[in-house]
């Protein structure tokens, strides 16, 4: 029964710091990254490693055919919908030991507690290790019904099919779609993570309770002009193709600027033919535009359309705006919010709400209940990078309002 206890319960904050230190062993780097790409043989390690962990901790596992091993802790009513937690252990090819992994880890930590305390919610808890998180997210799209029905569409940049790999690590392909949690199986998701930014450690803030994840467009503009001779041609009969896209990407950043949270960012340029004595001729550059608010991206976009019109007269070049990602922002629950700042007042933690920017396995959850997100300080806003670092004080006190949010709203949820 959740108790008393229950509410001055904590985690084993070493042993939290050690599982986070043998798994970062698996795929570790000399410099102290990690390296362990989906499907590789270190992540098939990783996931082995987690699953005794899991079993060690009473957790019945599984792996879907969407290869998401998922754990489950028991509740007094096992048929009611479960809560979840988890993320990834996946990396990019020079990550940190934080990325993904703690958040994992700071789950099965809570299962292990709850064990330990012979405590039982009043419904089941899963701890989740989805698949692929830092690329084809298929794991948490499976769960969430949303993967697209091309194979091909999944192929690894080595050339291994997505059947292979999910071979691998015990998925199945053919049975994708029993990957899919019917809505009203899972009440809610909370994902703890590392921010992989600079807010909270620029606030002196100790915890983050997300708003919601980002939405995202993505689009290639290409900047047509002439080529032509860079010693021969006066400056007022050029077409520079460069020229026009210099003012794009200024263009960008006054939008970025603008009041509000969103971000725009061009960080991809190919300038065509790319000589010192060549006018050029064809710029091919990326526009990446994040916020909480599709809307308001949209609106954006737009005002970005009549600039770029305006552009091309001025510079006598054509420019085309092309996109090629649209994903639509995945907005926190406000009660799971209201409970994780509730702990965190009641631990007189220093907390802010903000939005996340990157990418989460929490976004796919959202299409099917009710999620929420906790973060916790990045040093240096650094992610996706050897020397991504949070602190001990902060992994553990993370893990704590974690488990805490979790008993919160396991005791004012509708039974």
């Given at each position: ?321 092309h996109q090629r990602l649209h994903t639509e922002p995945a907005l926190a629950a406000p009660h799971i919010q ?13 907390y802010t709400h903000l939005p996340s920017r990157a990418s989460h396995d929490a976004q796919e959850l959202a ?49």
């Open positions: 029964m959740v108790s008393q206890l229950a509410t001055t319960l904590s985690i084993n904050g070493d042993r939290l710091l050690r599982s986070l230190s043998d798994l970062a062993q698996i795929g570790g780097l000399p410099d102290g990254g990690v390296c362990r790409l989906a499907f590789s043989p270190a992540d098939c390690q990783a996931r082995a490693l987690v699953q005794r962990w899991f079993a060690a901790a009473g957790l019945q596992t599984r792996i879907d055919a969407a290869g998401n091993l998922i754990g489950r802790y028991p509740g007094r009513n096992e048929a009611a919908p479960c809560f979840a937690t988890g993320s990834h252990i996946d990396t990019v090819p020079a990550g940190g030991r934080y990325d993904g992994a703690y958040g994992l880890l700071a789950g099965l930590e809570v299962a292990r507690v709850l064990q330990e305390q012979q405590i039982y919610l009043t419904r089941p808890y899963e701890v989740i290790v989805f698949a692929d998180e830092e690329s084809s997210m298929i794991g948490s799209k499976g769960m969430a019904g949303r993967t697209v029905n091309d194979s091909a569409y999944y192929q690894r940049p080595d050339g291994t099919d997505i059947q292979t790999c999910l071979r691998r690590v015990g998925g199945d392909w053919d049975r994708l779609y029993q990957a899919r949690r019917a809505p009203g199986e899972i009440a809610a998701f909370v994902e703890l993570h590392v921010e992989q930014g600079p807010i909270l450690e620029s606030m002196h803030c100790q915890i983050g309770v997300v708003e919601g994840i980002v939405g995202q467009r993505r689009y290639a503009i290409a900047v047509e002009g002439s080529a032509n001779h860079a010693g021969t041609t006066p400056m007022y009969l050029r077409r520079d193709a460069l020229v026009a896209a210099a003012e794009v990407v200024l263009a960008v950043n006054q939008i970025g600027n603008t009041p509000g949270q969103q971000v725009a960012t061009v960080g991809q340029l190919q300038v065509t033919p790319n000589a010192a004595n060549v006018i050029p001729g064809q710029v091919e550059m990326s526009l990446d535009i994040r916020d909480l608010s599709g809307r308001h991206i949209d609106s954006l976009v737009e005002q970005l359309r009549h600039q770029l019109e305006e552009i091309a007269v001025k510079t006598d070049t054509r420019i085309r705006l209201q409970a994780i700042a509730q702990v965190c007042e009641a631990q007189q933690l220093r299409n099917i209940t009710a999620m929420g997100m906790i973060f916790v300080p990045s040093a240096g806003g650094l992610s996706h990078a050897e020397q991504e670092y949070t602190s001990p004080e902060d992994c553990v006190r993370g893990a704590n309002v974690l488990l805490q949010t979790l008993l919160q709203l396991d005791r004012h949820w509708p039974h």
